[in-house]
Structure formats: C-alpha cells, structure tokens
C-alpha cells in the first residue's frame, strides 16, 4: 500500500509508527501540525489517511503506552523554553485528544519513549540539553513530574532515546558528543 501524507511532501513527517496491535499506522507531520492516521486492515494494507490536529505545534516523537494511549512530544519550532507532551487515544482510525500540550519549560522536545506498563514517559530535549519525565493514568492524563529531570550537559544536543527491556534503564543518544548516556 501507498498513501500520501496529509499535508503532502511539505508535511514535513517526524516518526513513523503501528500501535500495539499493528491495526494503525501513525506518522508525525512537523510542518502540518497533524498526525496523520492509517486504518490498517487484516492484511497489512494501510488505508487511506486521516488528519488528526496537534494538540501543539511541531508534532515529533511519539510511543504507545497502556490501553493504547499515544503520547507525542511537540517541539514548538524550537520556541525557547515552549516545549511540550500531549496524549490521545484511538478511536477506530481517528484519534480523541486526552491531555492538551502539558509544557515540560524545555526547548525542542524531540523523542518520545513510554515504559513497559505505559505510566511514564521521557522525552529528549535537544536544545535544552535535558530530559524530562512524565506521568499518565490507565486512561492516558499526563502530568509532567519534571521538567529536567536528568541534565545531558552544555553542547549534547540528546536526540534518540530507548529504554531497557526491564525500564531500569533510559539510554540517550547524544548527537553533540557522539556518545550514549544511560
């Protein structure tokens, strides 16, 4: 299966991902401030596609977490100090916003990854230097626990994230350094 983006070839795509199950394909538009939703069928097809807005602007990383809660880091165009995570669930192939932008006062929040049972997630951000951490419930309603909550240092620009398979430990990569911090 082929199918365009929303916003076309200027959508400016982040990530591209299935849910749990494999049924949705969802794909981060920066330059749309979309995220875009593919009904996957039994075969593997992808259907065609759905414009769901962006809680905030510059949708970018994102992971599944329990019942299916998504959770999308939002850079803000790298607006100093403006970044943010929000949350949806899936409704059939559209998705229902949760929690609105929950600001974390870090710059360009980029990477998303959710722990095993779905109740937190980090997010890199790479202008800042930092990660910050969060907290959901069972139905996906995020608060932020804190806004630096580990410091990569001064010119490390930390992009990519993965956590253990046993989430004891949070692996950053640190695009500035070269090196992988845990």
């Not at 600001?103 to 997010?123: D, H, R």
Request: contains cysteine; charged residues 10%.
């Amino acid at each position: 299966s082929t199918q365009p983006l929303v916003g076309g070839t200027a959508g400016d795509p982040a990530q591209v991902g299935f849910d749990p199950s494999g049924t949705l394909l969802v794909v981060t538009e920066k330059m749309g401030n979309r995220l875009d939703t593919y009904a996957v069928d039994k075969y593997g097809v992808a259907g065609p596609p759905n414009g769901n807005s962006s809680s905030g602007s510059t949708p970018f990383g994102f992971a599944f977490g329990a019942n299916d809660n998504l959770f999308v880091s939002e850079a803000r165009s790298g607006t100093p100090n403006g970044s943010s995570v929000s949350s949806y669930h899936p409704e059939g192939s559209l998705l229902d916003l949760v929690s609105a932008s929950v600001p974390n006062g870090q710059t360009a929040s980029c990477w998303l990854v959710t722990t095993n049972g779905g109740k937190y997630s980090f997010t890199s951000n790479t202008a800042s230097a930092t990660v910050s951490s969060y907290e959901a419930d069972e139905n996906g309603v995020l608060n932020l626990n804190d806004g630096a909550a580990a410091k990569t240092g001064a010119g490390t620009f930390p992009i990519d994230m993965a956590l253990s398979v046993n989430n004891k430990f949070l692996y950053v990569l640190e695009n500035g350094s070269h090196t992988v911090s845990g």
